[in-house]
């Protein structure tokens, strides 16, 4: 049997610690509109996806992130790698809702979230594009967030916030709202970050609940090795890194680059090609 990823809780739900991310699944290559077209051409049908999920799955990585709503092709891939492994797919969904304050909205919204229980998810994050219409930072606030998050615990869903924002993460635990986890982006790099690495470090470790971290390698502008050594040194063991790659051989070296530095061992993930892999640089 594989080694099996160390794992975390949420409210009462146990989940891997390395979450599977949709980017690289779903054509958000935060690269170019080239890359984009690569991914969904190369994931225009389940198949890839599927090979990618046994792979995490043998390793215990259980839990995957995305608008699965947005995603019917993705979707598919879950639902046929727990039929074909037996194992159930823990979904973190972050669904897009109308935040727009009026009952036809509020509507809309509710309509969004029961799709969001009945497509299967577990945990339902309010995407961070709407969340952060609610932002007021003068009060240190967001308001009618408790509006939501109730239509989510309706719907027999863990409710937790998207934050891009790292504010998002402070206002949720200043004011006590039912927010049981929280994305934020968190690399090396500071990529797409609003503010320092140092500080985001800061938050992520006084957050009152577990935090997902997302783009750890930067969207490929750093490597696996750099990327996850990082981020698993620096968080707490409550949380939790979002991994996205583009097929079962990376998902592959992803783990095993994670488990080493979660053991403080070396990486067994071999040499790169060369045109000469026999240089004295690259050793035996």
Same mark, same amino acid.
Request: proline share 5%; glycine share 6%.
């Given at each position: 049997?594989?080694?099996?990823?160390?794992?975390?809780?949420?409210?009462?739900?146990?989940?891997?610690?390395?979450?599977?991310?949709?980017?690289?699944?779903?054509?958000?290559?935060?690269?170019?509109?080239?890359?984009?077209?690569?991914?969904?051409?190369?994931?225009?049908?389940?198949?890839?996806?599927?090979?990618?999920?046994?792979?995490? $799955?043998?390793?215990?990585?259980? /839990?995957?992130?995305?608008?699965?709503?947005?995603?019917?092709?993705?979707?598919?891939?879950?639902?046929?790698?727990?039929?074909?492994?037996?194992?159930?797919?823990?979904?973190?969904?972050?669904?897009?809702?109308?935040?727009?304050?009026?009952?036809?909205?509020?509507?809309?919204?509710?309509?969004?979230?029961?799709?969001?229980?009945?497509?299967?998810?577990?945990?339902? $994050?309010?995407?961070?594009?709407?969340?952060?219409?609610?932002?007021?930072?003068?009060?240190?606030?967001?308001?009618?967030?408790?509006?939501?998050?109730?239509?989510?615990?309706?719907?027999?869903?863990?409710?937790?916030?998207?934050?891009?924002?790292?504010?998002?993460?402070?206002?949720?635990?200043?004011?006590?709202?039912?927010?049981?986890?929280?994305?934020?982006?968190?690399?090396?790099?500071?990529?797409?970050?609003?503010?320092?690495?140092?500080?985001?470090?800061?938050?992520?470790?006084?957050?009152?609940?577990?935090?997902?971290?997302?783009?750890?390698?930067?969207?490929?502008?750093?490597?696996?090795?750099?990327?996850?050594?990082?981020?698993?040194? /620096?968080?707490?063991?409550?949380?939790?890194?979002?991994?996205?790659?583009?097929?079962?051989?990376?998902?592959?070296?992803?783990?095993?680059?994670?488990?080493?530095? $979660?053991?403080?061992?070396?990486?067994?993930?071999?040499?790169?090609?060369?045109?000469?892999?026999?240089?004295?640089?690259?050793?035996?």
């Amino acid at each position: 049997m594989a080694a099996q990823f160390p794992r975390t809780q949420v409210e009462n739900l146990s989940l891997s610690r390395m979450i599977i991310g949709t980017n690289w699944m779903a054509g958000y290559s935060h690269r170019s509109p080239a890359a984009d077209r690569m991914i969904v051409e190369r994931h225009s049908r389940p198949d890839e996806i599927v090979a990618m999920l046994e792979t995490f $799955l043998e390793y215990g990585v259980d /839990t995957m992130m995305a608008p699965f709503l947005s995603q019917p092709v993705i979707l598919q891939a879950v639902r046929e790698a727990q039929e074909k492994t037996g194992k159930k797919i823990i979904l973190v969904d972050t669904p897009i809702i109308n935040v727009d304050d009026n009952p036809a909205a509020r509507q809309e919204a509710r309509q969004v979230i029961k799709k969001s229980r009945e497509l299967g998810a577990d945990i339902c $994050l309010i995407h961070h594009s709407s969340a952060e219409q609610l932002v007021n930072k003068n009060r240190r606030t967001m308001d009618r967030l408790d509006d939501y998050t109730a239509m989510i615990r309706d719907e027999g869903l863990i409710p937790g916030l998207s934050a891009h924002m790292p504010e998002l993460i402070v206002y949720s635990d200043q004011n006590g709202y039912d927010v049981q986890t929280y994305i934020q982006i968190y690399n090396c790099m500071g990529f797409l970050m609003q503010v320092e690495v140092e500080t985001v470090n800061q938050i992520i470790h006084s957050a009152k609940k577990p935090v997902m971290t997302i783009k750890p390698m930067a969207a490929g502008r750093c490597t696996p090795f750099v990327g996850l050594n990082f981020s698993f040194a /620096t968080i707490r063991d409550c949380d939790m890194v979002t991994v996205g790659c583009f097929n079962a051989g990376e998902a592959a070296e992803d783990v095993e680059i994670a488990l080493a530095a $979660l053991e403080h061992r070396r990486a067994d993930i071999g040499r790169r090609s060369s045109p000469n892999n026999q240089q004295s640089a690259f050793g035996k």
